[in-house]
């Protein structure tokens, strides 16, 4: 089935340890989103790749960088991640077209839930 | 910024029962999304509305758009247990970066 593979589904790190969370699609989607979701809040969008261009969201932290080598997988790496980074860290994807994004329903991974020691 | 909020918060009805959700969001949009979030999972896609529609249907859901009064509704007819879940509606947003704005997500617990 084609879907959005989110790795690993758990991850602990320390205060100031660089990690990488994974995302992977079949769907062949050209838009791969990234967000934040903290305990009972709303997904908040940190960025989005609109096929290789890189759209950064304006509060989106510069300890949050993203990377999307082909079509199928996005990667999202904090550099120094702090207390406050803990969260679920959620990947979607949606087939758009050039109106903008936001016009077509997301598909979303089961997320990486973030913990920092 | 997150545009959408849903009311009320938190729901608890018996099954069978039928559940309402309300969103308003703040400015004009091209369609209101919403989505089903099981918990720790990820978010799934429930039912798109275009903003010169006012009413969709999908199987046990219905769903209203009012934009002069920049309000939508989610109705969950003939609950069940596995309806339990948090709901977010969530907006593109006309002016400005057409990027989905989720609401904060109604909890909705369905009790067998």
């Known amino acids: 089935d084609a879907m959005v593979i989110q790795n690993p589904r758990y991850q602990v790190t320390q205060f100031g340890k660089p990690v990488t969370l994974s995302c992977s699609q079949t769907l062949n989607h050209n838009v791969m989103y990234w967000y934040q979701q903290k305990s009972s809040q709303a997904p908040k969008l940190l960025f989005h790749y609109y096929d290789k261009d890189f759209n950064n969201e304006a509060d989106t932290p510069d300890n949050f960088q993203s990377r999307r080598p082909n079509t199928s997988f996005c990667f999202l790496d904090i550099r120094s991640p702090g207390l406050g980074d803990a969260a679920m860290y959620l990947c979607?994807?949606?087939?758009?077209?050039?109106?903008?994004?936001?016009?077509?329903?997301?598909?979303f991974g089961d997320g990486t839930r973030l913990s920092i020691l | 910024s997150q545009q959408g909020e849903e009311d009320p918060q938190a729901l608890s009805i018996q099954e069978g029962e039928n559940a309402t959700m309300n969103c308003s969001y703040k400015?004009?949009?091209?369609?209101l999304q919403w989505y089903r979030q099981n918990s720790g999972r990820g978010l799934v896609h429930l039912i798109l509305?275009?903003?010169?529609?006012r009413e969709k249907h999908s199987g046990r859901l219905r769903v209203t758009l009012d934009t002069s009064k920049k309000s939508s509704s989610l109705l969950i007819t003939a609950s069940r247990a596995a309806d339990t879940a948090s709901y977010f509606c969530a907006t593109d947003s006309f002016y400005g970066n057409n990027r989905l704005a989720f609401g904060k997500g109604n909890q909705v617990v369905v009790i067998p």
């Open positions: 509305i275009r903003s010169n529609e």
């Open positions: 400015t004009s949009i091209n369609n």
């Open positions: 979607a994807t949606s087939r758009e077209s050039n109106t903008g994004v936001g016009n077509q329903p997301q598909h």
